[in-house]
């Protein structure tokens, strides 16, 4: 859509951002980065991460493991703290 694609930071690079995944891949200084039909595409971050008003952060591993789930969803940990999946 033309939405994602004028708030895609990856354009600018040569790469178009990720449509579907939002598995971070690697992070540079540009931003995060996904994989796509075996091409790298840029996760564009979204302006809220669900856990953020509960005082946590989302997790940024590849694959997250549910440790525990409530009203507020799914959650994981990263370096010994919880974080939103």
């Known amino acids: 859509s033309s939405s994602t694609t004028s708030s895609c930071w ?5 790469y178009s951002c990720c449509k579907y ?6 992070t540079d200084n540009s931003g ?14 979204t302006s809220s991460c669900w856990a953020t008003k ?3 952060k989302c997790c940024t591993s590849r694959c ?3 440790e525990y789930r409530d009203n507020d969803g799914s959650w ?5 703290n919880w974080c939103g999946i």
């Open 10 to 14: 990856a354009t600018k690079l040569g």
């Open 21 to 26: 995944t939002k598995i971070v891949v690697e």
């Open 32 to 45: 995060r980065w996904g994989i796509e039909n075996n091409n790298w595409c840029g996760i564009i971050e």
């Open 54 to 56: 509960l005082g946590y």
């Open 64 to 66: 997250p493991q549910e």
């Open 76 to 80: 994981g940990i990263e370096n010994n």
